[in-house]
């Protein structure tokens, strides 16, 4: 676990650093079978000298889409042994991803802009897990064609691209400032229409097949509220 | 040069700049358009809220901070006799920035309320900048005041506090410490009117009292003892042009973050055209500030955008002047080496 992770009161798992650093001393104590980590968040170092010290590392790619993460989710059913479990569950996730997919495929394209900071605005850019989300939830990402995957973005795009929906990510004080700076732009549609959404970071920014159904159900129910059942 | 000129040829540029830049960004406006625009301002328009909501506060902000950092410049060099001295190289900027980050990286994990939020950021980079100021001077005393002692003791502040800044940003969240790097960098794009104009309640009084003082730095320039002689109290003076350097420091860094150069290339540059007395300088130097910044964060805010890769993607306004500023003062400093290092 990180300091990251959303903590279970009661949980006694060891926290062996944060995001960017980690204690290689205590994992190096705590003698792990496996370890699973991530390309985001530049742990390619850690990785080297953890491999080195022939300690087990499985590293996810960086799953920007949902074909990814069943790869790396069969990959991990191989690992642990449990390869039909994990066909298993790829196989009903699959079903209900496409299932979902269909069901908004013929509906008009709703232009979204997904915010990550209000200041300066940065925004979830291509070939991000958000993206790939708004895509299959029958969304446009107004932000898909920049270079960078979570780009600094001009607010004079914003008014001129004039999303339908604007979704802020996190939970804390922040969002509200960020729903607050938008007001000064009532002439945008998400704006006058009060389609600004909240959405849980916890969920949206950690990339799992499971978040992955999840997320994808919560952001239809916000594109196209008036869609019966899921 | 007659000044007189100079002072209208500056106003002229800075009000041809400003309406360039106003005219130009990501979106395209069309003349016609902005032409009406400019003089029938229309809410319901999203080309109208793009110049006037978008465009013009960013301008007013790119305006009085270049300016204000010149001129700061131009006392700085003044008070401590150093071509080099500029609120980054003696710690200010840093100092602020620190401030600045714990506000960043603080305020959001507490439940306050609006205007904490909105006051704290300005608020903790005036704490930052005094700070480092009380201790650049503290480390400046025990060397009498040494021109090299105040320069030495603002440089290796800054390293403190530029570590203080990463030991913070290592324990950050991910997306804070991207929000943190890019104010950090010097940017224009999250001014916020309110703070705006507190803002500039500070940056224009500072500047004008720096211009006021300027027949006085003249003085501090010829020397501690001739000063003296004179009948200048130059510690008082220094330390009064000091907090209020620092007040107009921390109000430009909490708009914009630490943006680079401004500082120390304007006032170069002012000097070649305006000699080297003060008053002169320090009204050259805001005018030529404004222009050079409300440039730069013009070509920040256009130069990806108009590349079909980088649709919509603004870079930090330091990044800017950090490159242009760097090469053209290399330049300068290479064509006049023997007269600005004497």
Not at chain 1, 104 to 125: C, D, F, H, Q, R
Not at chain 2, 145 to 162: D, K, P, R, Y
Not at chain 2, 217 to 231: F, N, R, S, Y
Request: aromatic share 8%.
């Amino acid at each position: 676990m990180t300091n990251y992770c959303q903590i279970t009161p009661g949980d006694k798992k060891e926290i062996i650093g944060s995001y960017q650093s980690i204690d290689i001393e205590k994992i190096i104590l705590l003698k792990p079978d496996l370890i699973l980590t991530t390309k985001e968040g530049d742990l390619a170092q850690l990785v080297i000298k953890l491999r080195r010290l022939n300690i087990p590392v499985f590293v996810f790619s960086e799953s920007i889409n949902f074909d990814d993460l069943k790869k790396d989710f069969r990959h991990l059913g191989i690992l642990l042994g449990r390869q039909n479990r994990a066909e298993q569950l790829i196989k009903t996730a699959d079903r209900k991803v496409s299932d979902l997919r269909q069901q908004v495929s013929a509906l008009p394209k709703i232009k979204v802009l997904v915010e990550l900071n209000t200041a300066p605005l940065i925004v979830a850019g291509p070939n991000t897990f958000i993206d790939e989300i708004i895509t299959s939830a029958g969304g446009i990402n107004i932000a898909r064609d920049t270079l960078s995957r979570w780009p600094q973005y001009s607010v004079e795009q914003v008014v001129l691209k004039n999303p339908e929906v604007i979704m802020i990510t996190g939970m804390d004080q922040k969002t509200k400032k960020a729903l607050k700076a938008w007001e000064k732009f009532p002439q945008v549609n998400a704006v006058k229409n009060k389609k600004i959404h909240v959405i849980d970071s916890n969920q949206i920014c950690q990339p799992s097949i499971n978040n992955f159904l999840e997320s994808l159900k919560t952001i239809i129910k916000l594109l196209h509220p008036d869609l019966k059942n899921e | 040069m007659n000044k007189l000129l100079l002072f209208f040829i500056l106003l002229g540029l800075l009000v041809l700049t400003f309406f360039i830049s106003l005219a130009i960004g990501s979106g395209n406006v069309p003349w016609s358009d902005f032409w009406r625009i400019l003089f029938n301002p229309d809410n319901t328009d999203p080309l109208s809220t793009i110049i006037w909501q978008i465009r013009f506060p960013r301008l007013i902000a790119a305006l009085l901070i270049g300016a204000g950092l010149a001129a700061v410049g131009c006392a700085f060099q003044g008070i401590l006799r150093n071509p080099l001295a500029e609120p980054y190289t003696l710690g200010i900027s840093g100092g602020a920035a620190l401030g600045g980050t714990v506000a960043i990286i603080f305020i959001s994990k507490f439940n306050l309320p609006g205007w904490v939020t909105t006051i704290g950021l300005p608020l903790a980079a005036l704490v930052g900048a005094l700070l480092s100021l009380f201790l650049v001077y503290l480390i400046a005393s025990r060397l009498y005041f040494s021109v090299t002692g105040l320069i030495l003791g603002g440089v290796l502040l800054s390293f403190i506090f530029s570590s203080l800044v990463l030991l913070i940003m290592t324990l950050a969240q991910p997306d804070e410490v991207k929000s943190t790097l890019l104010w950090m960098a010097g940017n224009l794009s999250m001014v916020q009117p309110d703070l705006l104009k507190i803002s500039s309640v500070f940056i224009i009084p500072g500047i004008i009292i720096l211009f006021i003082f300027g027949r006085d730095l003249d003085v501090i320039t010829l020397g501690d003892e001739k000063a003296q002689h004179l009948g200048i109290k130059i510690i008082q003076i220094r330390q009064f042009l000091f907090v209020i350097s620092s007040l107009i420091v921390a109000f430009c860094v909490a708009n914009a973050g630490m943006i680079a150069f401004v500082g120390l290339l304007i006032p170069h540059l002012m000097r070649i055209l305006m000699g080297p007395k003060h008053q002169p300088l320090i009204w050259g130097s805001a005018l030529a500030g404004g222009i050079f910044l409300m440039l730069a964060d013009t070509v920040a805010r256009t130069v990806l955008t108009r590349t079909s890769f980088g649709q919509g993607v603004e870079l930090p306004v330091g990044v800017i002047t950090g490159i242009l500023g760097g090469i053209f003062f290399l330049a300068f400093l290479l064509r006049r080496k023997n007269n600005v290092i004497n």
